[in-house]
T-cell receptor, first 114, second 113 residues
Framework: DAGVIQSPRHEVTEMGQEVTLRCKPISGHNSLFWYRQTMMRGLELLIYFNNNVPIDDSGMPEDRFSAKMPNASFSTLKIQPSEPRDSAVYFC????????????FGPGTRLTVT | DQQVKQNSPSLSVQEGRISILNCDYTNSMFDYFLWYKKYPAEGPTFLISISSIKDKNEDGRFTVFLNKSAKHLSLHIVPSQPGDSAVYFCAAFSSGSARQLTFGSGTQLTVLP
């Protein structure tokens, strides 16, 4: 199994540009999570889906952030417009159940907004 | 307000000695706790967990202790090995109506050969 796949691994963009991060969960997993890691705040849960339906998006920082899961094998996290304070590592994780505890993390996307 | 705190951003330990990583939480609704390990350029991986009905769980060199009255848990690694050098995240889970999984900010452990 390839594990959770994220792309790109690194993204550098200018302030104001749109950024799209992509995630392919482990096949058969029905829950998907997006996290942001920063030095100041550690790992923060942004949003999670169960069976492609958003369950909790209370961690999404503001309207500039949006996430979709059009099917069981693909999800995107979009930031528009991006700002320097969005610079962080964004992790996607998936789980075979709706239990938040059994998560497998992807390698992350390091985003730098200049 | 951070509900899960890891107050030590870094820890250095000599190979063969014990590493003790600490974690404090504020929400009494948390009933399950996990430790994750993260190497550079990789995602966190699950290490060990403990339910709030227990005060200790052991898995090989790794032991997690839970002190519910103090809202404190710790991860002990004995003996420490250079391959244990990583960032360790503590996480707390609430299985109640407001299900949540909250992570601490992490502690960088460096095991010196």
């Amino acid at each position: 199994d390839a594990g959770v796949i994220q792309s790109p691994r690194h993204e550098v963009t200018e302030m104001g540009q749109e950024v799209t991060l992509r995630c392919k969960p482990i096949s058969g997993h029905n829950s998907l999570f997006w996290y942001r890691q920063t030095m100041m705040r550690g790992l923060e849960l942004l949003i999670y889906f169960n069976n492609n339906v958003p369950i909790d998006d209370s961690g999404m920082p503001e309207d500039r952030f949006s996430a979709k899961m059009p099917n069981a094998s693909f999800s995107t996290l979009k930031i528009q417009p991006s700002e320097p304070r969005d610079s962080a590592v964004y992790f996607c994780a998936s789980s075979p159940t709706s239990d938040l505890r059994g998560q497998y993390f992807g390698p992350g996307t390091r985003l730098t907004v200049t | 307000d951070q509900q899960v705190k890891q107050n030590s951003p870094s820890l250095s330990v000599q190979e063969g000695r014990i590493s003790i990583l600490n974690c404090d939480y504020t929400n009494s609704m948390f009933d399950y706790f996990l430790w994750y390990k993260k190497y550079p350029a990789e995602g966190p991986t699950f290490l060990i967990s403990i339910s709030s009905i227990k005060d200790k769980n052991e898995d090989g060199r790794f032991t997690v202790f839970l002190n519910k009255s103090a809202k404190h848990l710790s991860l002990h690694i004995v003996p420490s090995q250079p391959g244990d050098s990583a960032v360790y995240f503590c996480a707390a889970f609430s299985s109640g109506s407001a299900r949540q999984l909250t992570f601490g900010s992490g502690t960088q452990l460096t095991v010196l050969p």
